[in-house]
C-alpha cells in the first residue's frame, strides 16, 4: 500500500522537457553569440549592445508572471508551442535584420516567445517530478543552461563563417521544439490530476500556509539574491568574449568557445545544485551557491588567460547551483501557484538580466570592460542575505 502510494516520477516527460527548454535557451543565446557580428557590422557602442540585451530581457520578463498567473486559473498546456512560434519569427527577422531598430524588434519577440515558454513548462516539471522535486528542476534546467551554452559554439562554428543571414538555419529548431511541446501539452492532464491527488492525500502535499509576512520576506530576499547572481551571470553572457579579446588578444571563436566551457559549467551547476538540494536543503545550497563564489571572484580581474578560465568555470559551477533551489524554495512559500513562480523567477532571471547588462554596458564604455569584473567581483557578498530567509519545511510540495 505503501508503495502503491509513492509519487511517480515522469522521467521521460522531464527528459523531454529538458530537450524543449535546450532548444529555446539555445535559440536565446544566439543572440549574445552574436554580438561581436552585429557591433563591427553597425558600428554599436557597448551602451547598444546593453540595451539589446535589455529589450530581449525585458521582452521576456513583463509578460511571465501575467501568464503565469493566467494559467494558474486556466492551464494552457499547449502555450509554449506558441510561444516557440514568436521565437522563430524572431530568429528569421533577426537573421535579415538591416538595422538597429531591426534588431532591437527581433530580440523582442524572442523575448516574448520564451515569456510564453517557461511558466507553463516550470508547472509541467513540478508535475512531473513525483518526490524528487530537485532532480527535475535540475533536468529541466540543464536543459536551459546546455541550450544556452551552445549558442558560442554555433557562433564560432556558424555564424562568424557564414554571417548574420545563418541565423535563419537554425529556426528548424524551434519547429523540433514545437513537435515536442505537442507531445508535453498531450500528457499534462493525466499528470496533473496524479500530481492533485498526491497533494490532497497529505503524505506529500503542502502544510499549512505560511504567514503572509514570512512569505513576503521569502520572496523579497530570494529575489535579491537571484539580481546579484544574475548580474554577475550577465556580465560573462553579454561582456565576456569583449573582456577575452581586450584583454588577452584573443581572435572571436577562441573567445565565443571560452564563454560555451564558462556557460557548459552552469549546466553541471544546476544539475548538481537540483540533487544536492533533495538530500541536503534548499537552505544549505543557497548559502553556499550564492556565497562560496566570493573568493574566486576576488581573484579573477588579476588573472592570467589559464586562471581566467578555471576561475570562471569554478565561479558558476558554484553559482549556477543556486536557481534550481531558488525556485523551489520559492514554490515551497506558495506551493498553489505555480505558474505564479515560474513566471515571477524566469521573468525576474530575464529583468535583472537586462538591467545588469544595460548598466553593465554603461560601466563599460566609461571605464572599459575590465573594470566590469572588478566591481562585480562584490556582488557574491549579497548570499549574507541567506540569513533571514525563513526556514520551511521542504517537504512541501515535494
Known amino acids: 500500500m505503501t508503495i502503491a502510494a509513492r509519487p511517480r516520477t515522469y522521467l521521460a516527460v522531464l527528459a523531454v522537457l529538458g530537450a524543449s527548454h535546450l532548444l529555446n535557451d539555445l535559440m536565446q543565446s544566439l543572440i549574445p553569440a552574436v554580438y561581436p557580428i552585429l557591433k563591427e557590422t553597425y558600428a554599436l557602442s557597448f551602451a547598444q549592445i546593453g540595451i539589446i540585451t535589455l529589450t530581449f530581457q525585458i521582452a521576456g520578463a513583463l509578460l511571465q508572471p501575467v501568464?503565469?498567473?493566467?494559467?494558474?486559473?486556466?492551464?494552457?498546456?499547449?502555450?509554449?508551442?506558441v510561444g516557440m512560434m514568436f521565437t522563430l519569427s524572431g530568429l528569421?527577422?533577426?537573421?535579415?535584420?538591416?538595422?538597429?531598430?531591426?534588431?532591437?524588434?527581433?530580440?523582442?519577440?524572442?523575448?516574448?516567445?520564451?515569456?510564453?515558454?517557461?511558466?507553463e513548462a516550470t508547472r509541467m516539471a513540478r508535475y512531473a517530478a513525483g518526490g524528487r522535486q530537485g532532480l527535475a528542476q535540475g533536468i529541466f534546467q540543464v536543459g536551459g543552461q546546455a541550450g544556452g551554452s551552445l549558442g558560442p559554439v554555433f557562433a564560432a562554428l556558424i555564424i562568424v563563417p557564414w554571417g548574420q543571414p545563418s541565423l535563419a538555419w537554425f529556426a528548424v529548431l524551434a519547429l523540433l521544439a514545437m513537435l515536442l511541446l505537442v507531445w508535453i501539452g498531450s500528457k499534462q492532464h493525466q499528470i496533473r490530476a496524479e500530481f492533485t491527488a498526491m497533494?490532497?492525500?497529505?503524505?506529500?502535499?503542502?502544510?499549512?500556509?505560511?504567514?503572509?509576512?514570512?512569505?513576503?520576506?521569502?520572496?523579497?530576499?530570494?529575489?535579491?539574491?537571484?539580481?546579484?547572481?544574475?548580474?554577475?551571470?550577465?556580465?560573462?553572457?553579454?561582456?565576456?568574449?569583449?573582456?577575452?579579446?581586450?584583454?588577452?588578444?584573443?581572435?572571436?571563436?577562441?573567445a565565443q568557445m571560452?564563454?560555451?566551457?564558462?556557460?557548459?559549467?552552469?549546466?553541471?551547476?544546476?544539475?548538481?545544485?537540483?540533487?544536492?538540494?533533495?538530500?541536503?536543503?534548499?537552505?544549505?545550497?543557497?548559502?553556499i551557491s550564492v556565497l562560496g563564489p566570493l573568493p574566486l571572484t576576488l581573484i579573477l580581474p588579476y588573472a592570467d588567460l589559464f586562471w581566467t578560465g578555471a576561475l570562471t568555470v569554478m565561479i558558476n559551477l558554484i553559482m549556477a547551483s543556486a536557481f534550481a533551489s531558488i525556485l523551489i524554495y520559492a514554490m515551497d512559500l506558495l506551493p498553489n501557484r505555480i505558474g505564479l513562480i515560474g513566471g515571477l523567477f524566469y521573468g525576474l532571471n530575464f529583468g535583472f538580466g537586462g538591467i545588469a547588462a544595460a548598466l553593465l554596458g554603461m560601466l563599460a564604455d566609461s571605464h572599459?570592460?575590465?573594470?566590469?569584473?572588478?566591481?562585480?567581483?562584490?556582488?557574491?557578498l549579497a548570499g549574507l542575505l541567506t540569513w533571514f530567509l525563513p526556514h520551511v519545511d521542504e517537504g512541501r510540495g515535494r
Open 67 to 81: 501568464i503565469g498567473m493566467v494559467t494558474d486559473r486556466h492551464p494552457a498546456p499547449y502555450s509554449p508551442v
Open 368 to 380: 572599459g570592460v575590465e573594470a566590469v569584473y572588478q566591481i562585480c567581483a562584490f556582488l557574491p
Open 258 to 287: 571560452m564563454l560555451f566551457i564558462f556557460l557548459l559549467a552552469a549546466a553541471v551547476g544546476v544539475m548538481i545544485g537540483g540533487i544536492v538540494g533533495d538530500r541536503i536543503g534548499r537552505y544549505r545550497i543557497i548559502w
Open 199 to 254: 497533494r490532497a492525500s497529505g503524505k506529500h502535499g503542502a502544510g499549512a500556509p505560511l504567514a503572509p509576512r514570512t512569505v513576503a520576506l521569502g520572496v523579497v530576499v530570494l529575489t535579491f539574491l537571484m539580481f546579484t547572481k544574475n548580474t554577475y551571470q550577465e556580465s560573462f553572457r553579454s561582456f565576456y568574449t569583449f573582456y577575452l579579446i581586450e584583454r588577452f588578444g584573443l581572435s572571436i571563436p577562441s
Open 92 to 119: 528569421v527577422s533577426l537573421a535579415f535584420a538591416h538595422s538597429y531598430g531591426v534588431i532591437l524588434v527581433s530580440v523582442t519577440l524572442i523575448g516574448i516567445g520564451s515569456s510564453i515558454f517557461h511558466p
